[in-house]
């Protein structure tokens, strides 16, 4: 999963937890850029009375960086209001739910949307008492969910900025098959080449379909749509891919109080203190995959300034090496470059500095030449949208996908197995072939393939806020329960 439970303590914090983040040039107002961040995983949608909803004690934000240095040059913040209308009750709604302001909705939420340039030090709010959807109960409960979803879409234009904002429950949009990847790294399609350490009678040895292990789950979702010029460093439109300009990089964090007191008799903690970083994400799979178990927590802690020290996961990932002993003979290539001094830089630039000039022709998303080493999703704000995007993004030739930003459609599970497994080792080592598992890749930028296996399981809008309406706990409690989920 990209960053779902990725970390110990994070794990034990679910209303703190990045899970996503996306970050594309709208294909539906290419003057905009659309900024997505996901938080509280693996959400059942019939999981009531007490249903899902952000931490008014958490700090959400969605930060910028324009010059390369791995600090934010401009981050987009959202701080919650929770109310409960009638306390004595133990019901989250007390009849049909028709409005964002029914009275029947008893445990609504507001926000407020701050802006901090940070060269300036100035703030601007862009919003305040902005509305929240509820969750989708059911047929009873929000008889008509859509229009509850498109009243919580907000436009704002405060000090010169402006834009569209959504806070609330949507559907999941991240695609990945959790319980064979992390029942000893099986891959169903490969899975009677999996060595099985010895096991029998384990079910296993057929070829088999991946299963999107997200369907019938839902998540909370930060929505922005912003007009480009509002988020480079020059304040105007990159002219070409090659402009100064052309380069975010985005991630996002989610921190809480430095100190949090419970007194005995008081229904909820005192806080004080500074706010303290505790989850931060960009590129997909990074804490997830990459990072050592001990160094996950540490890692969710730190700005993405200090990614150097972590160097060694990104140039000699553990997963690239355990691949050829769990799959023997399937990737013999890359068990020969293994076993000399493996040196990813595919992935470090793929990850950590973004792809310089000339290294995919016509394209590049590094921020900044001489850069830190950051873990930031990269956009190229000069690439327009894909007339035929393909989810396999760059190695599918559409460069308007990961690694170029992400958008939510995008199959980064299986681009970054697939790089991890050698794919992209020909970016920097003209002499490697990759393995068939992995499957090469021309690079070039025109219409390319997509993988279609999780066709069928996913929902987005064709526009904002993009990832679809949430599931209905009604509908989805009698599905899963069929279909075994």
Not at 136 to 146: A, E, M, Q
Not at 306 to 334: C, E, H, I, R
Not at 344 to 350: E, F, M, N, Q
Request: proline share 7%; hydrophobic share 35%.
């Amino acid at each position: 999963m990209s960053s779902h439970r990725e970390a110990p303590q994070i794990s034990k914090d679910p209303v703190a937890d990045s899970t996503d983040v996306y970050a594309f040039v709208s294909p539906w107002a290419p003057s905009t850029v659309t900024l997505i961040a996901n938080y509280i995983p693996l959400q059942l949608a019939d999981g009531g009375p007490n249903f899902y909803e952000f931490g008014d004690d958490v700090l959400y934000e969605i930060h910028i960086d324009q010059t390369g240095d791995g600090t934010p040059d401009v981050s987009f913040q959202f701080q919650f209001t929770t109310t409960t209308d009638d306390p004595s009750t133990f019901l989250y709604n007390t009849g049909p739910i028709t409005s964002l302001t029914d009275s029947t909705w008893n445990r609504k939420q507001s926000y407020t949307l701050t802006r901090v340039d940070h060269a300036s030090g100035a703030t601007t709010t862009l919003g305040s008492g902005l509305l929240c959807p509820p969750c989708n109960i059911g047929r009873l409960s929000t008889p008509d969910y859509h229009a509850l979803g498109a009243a919580a879409v907000h436009r704002f234009s405060a000090g010169g900025y402006s834009g569209m904002v959504f806070a609330g429950q949507r559907q999941e949009g991240f695609y990945v098959d959790l319980g064979a990847v992390f029942d000893l790294g099986i891959l169903r399609p490969f899975e009677q080449d999996h060595n099985m350490f010895g096991l029998k009678n384990t079910g296993l040895g057929r070829m088999a379909a991946g299963i999107n292990s997200t369907h019938f789950l839902n998540v909370h979702s930060l929505a922005l749509e912003v007009p480009i010029e509002q988020v480079t460093r020059s304040g105007g439109r990159p002219s070409s891919v090659g402009a100064s300009d052309a380069v975010i990089g985005v991630w996002t964090t989610a921190s809480r109080r430095a100190s949090i007191v419970n007194i005995a008799g008081q229904g909820k903690p005192t806080e004080t203190g500074a706010y303290v970083q505790v989850s931060r994400l960009g590129n997909p799979l990074v804490n997830e995959v990459l990072i050592g178990l001990g160094d996950k927590d540490t890692w969710n802690h730190l700005p993405p300034s200090s990614d150097k020290q972590y160097l060694g996961y990104f140039s000699n990932p553990g997963l690239a090496q355990l691949l050829p002993t769990l799959y023997p003979g399937v990737f013999p290539n890359l068990a020969k470059y293994n076993a000399g001094k493996p040196d990813r830089a595919d992935l470090v630039a793929i990850l950590l500095t973004g792809l310089p000039s000339g290294v995919v022709p016509g394209f590049q998303n590094e921020l900044a030449a001489g850069g830190v080493y950051a873990d930031e999703l990269r956009l190229n704000l000069a690439v327009p949208p894909a007339r035929k995007p393909s989810n396999l993004g760059l190695i599918g030739g559409d460069a308007a996908g990961f690694p170029n930003g992400r958008r939510v459609f995008d199959d980064v599970a299986t681009i970054e197995l697939r790089a991890l497994a050698g794919a992209t080792l020909p970016l920097v080592d003209k002499n490697y072939k990759a393995d068939a598992a992995a499957g090469e890749v021309s690079f070039g930028l025109t219409d390319g393939p997509s993988d279609l296996r999780a066709k069928g399981t996913e929902y987005y809008n064709d526009g904002f806020p993009v990832l679809g309406m949430p599931l209905s706990g009604f509908e989805v409690g009698p599905i899963s329960r069929v279909v075994g989920h």
